[in-house]
Nanobody, 123 residues
Framework: VQLQAFGGGLVQAGGSLTLSCAAS????????MGWFRQAPGKEREFVAR????????SYADSVKDRFTISRGGALNTANLQMTTLKPEDTAAYYC?????????????????WGQGTLVTVSS
């Protein structure tokens, strides 16, 4: 499975962006999916995850109530809607997937990774 993340860009603090992740195979619809991010000089960290059906989601405390993860209508895409962005949200964002009902909050629990898409939030 190949994943492609896109939608990053430059936005002012308080603004919004939506990231998308598209899979190369329709089997992605049976995979759980997650978003992680990595700021310069920091470890990659969990942002959000969603189950294979889209019925279960969870978020890092730092983004709860601001970010929303969802699956596309065909289930082979996944989106991360980000609102009320803060400068500390600046990072490269990565989508990941794994053949499970739902993935964990650790990067090691995901088998497939997309390339990062950069989000920069200016103050």
């Amino acid at each position: 499975v190949q994943l492609q993340a896109f939608g990053g860009g430059l936005v002012q603090a308080g603004g919004s962006l939506t990231l998308s992740c598209a899979a190369s195979e329709r089997t992605f619809r049976t995979y759980a999916m997650g978003w992680f991010r990595q700021a310069p000089g920091k470890e990659r960290e969990f942002v959000a995850r969603i189950s294979q059906s889209g019925g279960i989601t969870s978020y890092a405390d730092s983004v709860k109530d601001r970010f929303t993860i969802s699956r596309g209508g065909a289930l082979n895409t996944a989106n991360l809607q980000m609102t009320t962005l803060k400068p500390e949200d600046t990072a490269a964002y990565y989508c990941a997937s794994t053949d499970a009902v739902i993935g964990g909050t650790e990067s090691g629990s995901y088998r497939y990774w997309g390339q990062g898409t950069l989000v920069t939030v200016s103050s």
